[in-house]
Nanobody
Framework: QVQLVESGGGLVQGGGSLRLSCAASGSIFSINTMGWFRQAPGKQRELVAFINTGGTTNYADSVKGRFHISRDNAKNTVDLQMNSLKPEDTAVYYC???????????????WGKGTLVTVSS
């Protein structure tokens, strides 16, 4: 069993900051990439940012320069620092990990339950 648990969501005014955290736990053998996706009401889930084991990052164009993703490989955690937040950043944010379990044969995607971020104008 693998669990991804997010924390740090909430309500913030436009221009403000929030930090999301995600911890992966359970029967984990190895984690490849970790990242964050988001889904706004009435829209499809979209990639926000991801980071691989070596620290290489990738950001959606809409958040470049405002969001920063970081990871602690030893603790199996990934954080998302969100600055200069805009109302259009309002969404449920989901943590993702592409990992292999101790009993698995290959890597698979695992998801957290999501945390709501609401940015007021």
């Amino acid at each position: 069993q693998v669990q991804l648990v997010e924390s740090g969501g909430g309500l913030v005014q436009g221009g403000g900051s929030l930090r999301l955290s995600c911890a992966a736990s359970g029967s984990i053998f190895s984690i490849n990439t970790m990242g964050w996706f988001r889904q706004a009401p009435g829209k499809q889930r979209e990639l926000v940012a991801f980071i691989n084991t070596g620290g290489t990052t990738n950001y959606a164009d809409s958040v470049k320069g405002r969001f920063h993703i970081s990871r602690d490989n030893a603790k199996n955690t990934v954080d998302l620092q969100m600055n200069s937040l805009k109302p259009e950043d309002t969404a449920v944010y989901y943590c993702n990990a592409f990992l292999k379990t101790t009993s698995g044969r290959s890597y698979s995607d695992y998801w957290g339950k999501g945390t709501l971020v609401t940015v007021s104008s």
